[in-house]
């Protein structure tokens, strides 16, 4: 909200690192939280109804870039979104701090056998056993030297170049389709209720099919239809490049949250989700690096390298994702074999500090 008031660049960029300080946490943390009221295969719909919103917020941030840019087009249209956004996000963040509780069994809006019934439902979903409530060396190690986490922040970051790309150019891109910029932002509003669609029903299909990788290749090859229209768009109408947005944003904003969830199902143990959720998201906010920097102005209205290059993260993403499928696979049919039994004859501190790397525990494709 402050950034609405600032008068120098310099000032912008200190609020602008700030506010990176103290939001590094919220993603990690709603991840962490909400995971621990769902079963594994309800999760994600739950997790792509979250992301939604930010759908939905560029929707409206389109809305009110145009109300504000009709009532008052001599005031500068950034600053008020800063502030009326920026008032809305810390109303709701001052009532969430009182709202929202950190774990089930604290919740107090059931009673003592509404929470067993949610205790039992988690249980029957992930094995008990398979724990890891104490951070020691051996647990550490565990966490640090887990493929799944390292692969799937390379997933986030690779499908999330199109997402960032998108959210900060899609009014650019619009605008060289010969609009005027109140127009283009207008035109942001049906392209993302249509990626706020592609969330939801993926998510619903995700979870119905207890499935996430195809769903994120499934995705790419959405967004590639897209990227394909517009690198093509030499000689087609602006109507033709206009339809080209949609496919493009819907695959891409149906795959990041899908990334986000399938690490959840696929950890077990507070500590061993909380570390690896933040350090998949971490490695995933690298994409925004890229992505404000891949649309040159140089380039417009074509954007060769841009489209390229977010073509390019998508695919490396999608493939990641087949890989991790494969390997979780391959060690589902090693477990199911007993080919990690020889856990269990660990020290029983130990052997109850396994996590995911209980031989109990089944991990999603």
């Known amino acids: 909200m402050c950034m ?23 993603l990690p943390a709603m991840l962490y939280v909400s995971s621990m009221y769902y079963k594994r295969h ?3 719909l739950r997790v792509s109804c979250m992301f939604s919103s930010t759908a939905v917020a560029g929707a409206f941030g389109g809305l009110i870039a145009y109300g504000i840019s009709a009532v008052d087009p001599g005031k500068p249209t950034w600053r008020y979104i800063f502030i009326i956004e920026g008032a809305a996000t ?13 774990w089930p069994e604290q919740t107090r809006w059931l009673d003592a056998a509404e929470k067993e019934v949610l205790r ?30 390292w692969l799937s922040g390379l997933i986030y970051l690779a499908i999330g170049v199109p997402g960032y790309s998108g959210a900060f150019f899609l009014p650019t891109i619009l605008k060289e389709f010969h609009w005027s910029t109140s127009e283009a932002q207008l035109r942001t509003v049906p392209v993302y209720v249509f990626a706020a669609g592609c969330m939801i029903v993926g998510a619903w299909a995700s979870d119905r099919l207890k499935h996430r990788s195809g769903f994120i290749v499934g995705g790419t ?12 768009q030499e000689g087609k ?32 143990g507070t500590w061993k989700k909380s570390i690896g959720t933040a350090m998949q998201v971490m490695g995933g906010n690298l994409a925004g690096i890229v992505g404000s ?32 499928a494969v390997l979780l696979l391959r060690e589902n049919k090693l477990r199911s074999k007993g080919g990690r039994d020889y856990l269990l004859e660990l020290p029983e501190d130990e052997k109850i500090n396994l996590g995911d790397g209980h031989p109990a525990f ?4």
Request: with cysteine.
């Open 4 to 26: 609405g008031f600032v008068h120098s660049y310099g000032a912008l960029v200190l609020l602008r690192f700030l506010l990176g300080v103290f939001e590094a946490g919220v």
């Open 42 to 44: 309800e999760y994600q």
């Open 90 to 102: 810390a109303f709701l963040g001052i009532v969430a701090a009182f709202v929202i509780i950190d």
């Open 120 to 149: 039992r439902r988690l249980a029957a979903d992930v094995h008990e056993v398979c724990r890891m409530d104490r951070l020691d060396r051996p647990a550490v190690r565990r966490i640090l030297t887990d493929y799944k986490i």
């Open 221 to 232: 090859c959405l967004s590639t239809i897209g990227f394909a229209m517009l690198l093509c």
């Open 237 to 268: 109408s602006r109507d033709y490049k206009f339809a080209a947005v949609f496919p493009l944003l819907g695959g891409a904003f149906m795959v990041v949250p899908m990334a986000l969830g399938w690490l959840q199902n696929n950890l077990a």
């Open 293 to 324: 920097n891949v649309f040159l102005q140089s380039e417009s209205p074509k954007f060769h390298t841009g489209y390229g290059a977010c073509v390019a993260f998508m695919w490396l993403g999608a493939l990641s994702s087949v890989l991790l």
């Open 362 to 365: 089944r991990f999603t494709l």
